[in-house]
């Protein structure tokens, strides 16, 4: 049974409708990646998924369970934590501190601030600053680790390369394996395709709130994915 | 364009004619209550101007008619000339004031606008407190009505109410139908837009402001003549606001029929308390208070806008319709509805 | 010499100004809210002290402050959570000054209608007028102990926001109030946490206004504009200079009020009114 299961989820902004009956599965301990334009509607399945935007019809179960009535509280004490598109880290916060918040829903595991250290050495060295006057790739790793410290099963990954260098974005990614590796799923919105493809054991392509592609990575061709990305 | 409609006109006519003839039927007590009644809803029109339309919720507009009443009372017994003229004197002097502060209070915004205001008034009902020229702590009687006939000072004195009353409301409403209007609509929806197609957002709310102080320098002068004497606490009392912002908020805030709504409740909801359940001094106040409130959280627009919604009711609209579509126009695309926030 | 007194006495007197702007201060801080009752409470709870009194008469007054500032708290829990939640959920920041200002006028009101508008006090017995010598300078128990309460107050507040768990989640949630909810936080429990904080502190202050002066329902809006000019001119969310600003009003009154009696309070507002000009978002600042 996969960890996620997203059936004919419909979401609305006011009047406007977001999600047309869309489906999508992450298995356990698996990485998928959603690709697709700007406004596709990655974004608001993301925060659907977290309890944070609307599921106005459709299902979601998470290890069987139905959460698509849920608060996001609740959603998030069950293992699905949000590192949110721009970061959204704590201003008033330390980095530190920034970190701690990720802890607060109580689920314990690998993941606590020394390994979270160990992931992202340079965030020890600024652990007392102000979490926003860091750079923005290391702005990442900070909240990339205060979701971790939530020790979720699965990790939503909102356009976590944004505006940041490749450099930065390898090292960022790289870290995904030790993620993995504990255990928890990932279902990352990424930009670009070929990094998305390389990363991610599936990938789901929307289109206008709508998927249309959907499988393992090496079973499409260049082709088949421009397509789906830009729809013909 | 459809034609302009003629009712608001023949309702301007029947309101106007009415307050003409009203001394010959009504008695000394129904006068005076008509007085306040007429009083207040061109504060509440003011105030709706200012916060509705422009978007500048202020809670020190009892400055303005503070001043307008004191200065009509100096004047008057100064110059020794009949408070009638001095009237107009009261409303320009709430303008003048209102001009000279407004480059000092537009720097603020949303609540300190709203607080700083409220400390302005402080100050200027401090200021006039300590003055001997306007009579002190205690208050000042209106000599100067010894100059007006004592039988018809009355009748007169409604009158000018009537008239400040008409003259708000019909003011408010050319205002908002006139291309100033939709540029303070404008700005009061989306300044950074409004500025970017030209319209020039100091001027409007600058124009706007110093309208309203006028207004309310008008209504503090012709109520205060009314009662012949004036004192900083009542000159400067807060409840001028309080009375205008409930109005408004339950009427509906950003419309004409609004504050006549809201006026409308105001007094009926007095005149309930004191008369029917006997229950006199703040209880009517403290439900004009609840009923706010709720109107606040769960109909923001007011019973005028709740009408509106749920009943289609439509009233002075001062939104632009749109042109009828004919075969010709039936091909291009609609023009994109409704307007955000607290619209007419 | 008498300077120096007045001085000092304005400090002493600008403590009780920032205690009045401390519960104001941290609402604001937090959830970017005016709260134009406050003013209203600081009364109701001195009326609740003046009954505390009257059931046990001989007690000092100054063991009243607890169960005063509990039951302020509860209060303050179920405004926010029944009411005023929902007033700062429609993203208007004019909403809830318009609220509360309804809030005020209806508790200023009900409590005229209910405990009718003579002055009352309380009886702090001989700690309202005892006092010390120093250097020829006389000076009051009573204010000395505001303002060091005051100080306490503030630090007690800056020391809970900034080193416990608590403070951790009431200063993330004012950042980000939506996100929160994904670390597993309620706002509106910590909103409403927070007001019940703001009310408890409001509600000391006036158990100890009580101490010092008579007060009517009117007591209130009287206090309210100085208490909002003391948060105003420290600017949103620091206390710190919250706690300057009430003392320099302190100074300005009394300093004023020497020089030209009747009118202290207007030396106050001109104060004000100046920094406002000069800082439109106070000394700290907004926070961005």
Known sequence: ?232 | MRPPSLVPWLGFTAAALAIAFAPTVADGGLLRLLSEVLITLAMAQMWNLLAGYTGLVSMGHQAFAGIGAYLLFVASDRLGISPYWMVPVAGLGGALLAAVVAPLMFRLRDAYFSIGMWVLAEIVRLLVAKFPLFGGESGVPLQAVRLVEAESFQQNAFWISGAIGLAAVAGVYLLMRSPFGLGLMAVRDNELAATSIGVNVWRNRFIAFVLSGLGFGLAGGAHFMGTMFVSPDSAFDINWVVTAMFIVIIGGIGTIEGPLIGTVIYFGLRELFNTWFAMSGGWYLIAMGCIAIAVMLLAPRGLWGLARERWGWRGLSVQRHPPPRDEASLSAPLPPSTQQGRTA | MAWLETLINGVLLGGLYALFGLGLALVFGVMRMVNLAHGEFVVLAAYFAVFLATQFPGVSPLFFIAPVALAAFGMGYLLQRLLLNRAVATDDPLTPVLVTFGIAVVLRNLMVELFGADPRALDGGALATAGFEIGGLRIGWYPVLVLVLAVLAFGALQWLLQHSRFGLVVRATSDHREIVRTMGVRPRHVYAVVMGLSLAFASVAGLLLALRTSFTPFSGVERLLGAFEVVIIGGLGSFRWALVGGIALGVAQLVGQRLDSNAGALYAHLLFFAVLMVRPNGIAGART
């Open chain 1, 1 to 232: 049974m996969p960890l996620l299961e997203v059936r004919e989820l419909c979401s609305h902004y006011g009047d406007l409708q977001a999600l047309f009956d869309l489906s999508l599965d992450v298995a356990e301990g698996e990485a998928t990646a959603l690709i697709g334009a700007n406004g596709a509607g990655k974004s608001t399945l993301i925060r659907a998924i977290a309890g944070l935007g609307s599921r106005s019809r459709g299902a979601i179960r998470f290890d069987g369970q139905a959460i698509e009535a849920e608060p996001a509280e609740r959603i998030a004490r069950r293992g699905i934590a949000l590192v949110p598109e721009g970061r959204m880290l704590f201003p008033s916060l330390t980095v530190e501190e920034n970190l701690r918040m990720g802890a607060l829903c109580g689920r314990t595991g690998h993941w606590t601030l020394p390994t979270v250290y160990a992931l992202f050495p340079i965030l020890q060295e600024f652990r007392h600053r102000p979490a926003t006057q860091l750079s923005g790739g290391q702005q990442q790793m900070v909240s990339i680790g205060r979701a971790l410290m939530a020790n979720p099963r699965l990790m939503l990954c909102d356009e976590i390369s944004l505006g940041l260098a490749p450099v930065v974005i390898e090292q960022i990614y790289r870290a995904f394996g030790d993620i993995r590796a504990q255990g928890t799923a990932l279902l990352v919105v990424e930009q670009d395709v070929t990094r998305a493809c390389r990363i991610a054991q599936r990938v789901y392509c929307l289109l206008k709130g709508r998927v249309t592609l959907a499988g393992r990575a090496s079973d499409f061709s260049a082709a088949q994915i421009a397509n789906a990305y830009f729809g013909h």
